[in-house]
C-alpha cells in the first residue's frame, strides 16, 4: 500500500456503521454519544490529513523509496549530518531492502 493511495474516499469505503458499533463504541469509555458515520470520517480526515499531504520534496523522497533507492537530501538538503544519519537508520534501511526484493521479484 502506497502512501499517496490514501485518501478520505478510501477510508469512507473501509468504514461502515456495522464495523463502527461493533468494533469502535465498545472501546470508547464512558456515555459517547452514538457516532455518526460520516461525522467520524470527516474527524478522522481533518486529523490525518496533514500527515498524508506531502510537499514536492516529500513526495519525491517517497517516490525514491518506492524504487528502492535513498535521497535523504531531498528532506534535509539544508542539514547534511541529518542528511547521514538517515541514510543510516536500521529502519530505512530495512525497508530498502525489502523493496529492492520486492522489485526484483517482478523482473524474473
Known amino acids: 500500500m502506497r502512501l499517496t493511495t490514501y485518501t478520505q474516499n478510501r477510508i469512507e469505503k473501509r468504514i461502515t456503521n456495522r464495523s463502527v458499533a461493533e468494533q469502535l463504541a465498545p472501546m470508547l469509555i464512558g456515555q ?15 486529523v490525518i490529513c496533514p ?10 523522497y517517497i517516490a525514491s523509496i518506492q524504487q528502492g533507492e535513498l535521497y535523504p537530501a531531498l528532506l534535509f538538503s539544508d542539514d547534511p549530518e541529518e542528511s547521514k544519519r538517515v541514510t543510516l537508520h536500521p529502519a530505512i534501511l530495512w525497508k530498502l531492502l525489502n523493496v529492492r526484493a520486492h522489485l526484483a ?3 524474473t
Open 32 to 46: 459517547a454519544a452514538p457516532l455518526r458515520l460520516d461525522d467520524l470520517v470527516e474527524r478522522f480526515w481533518n
Open 51 to 60: 500527515f498524508i499531504k506531502l510537499g514536492d520534496n516529500e513526495a519525491n
Open 105 to 107: 521479484k517482478g523482473k
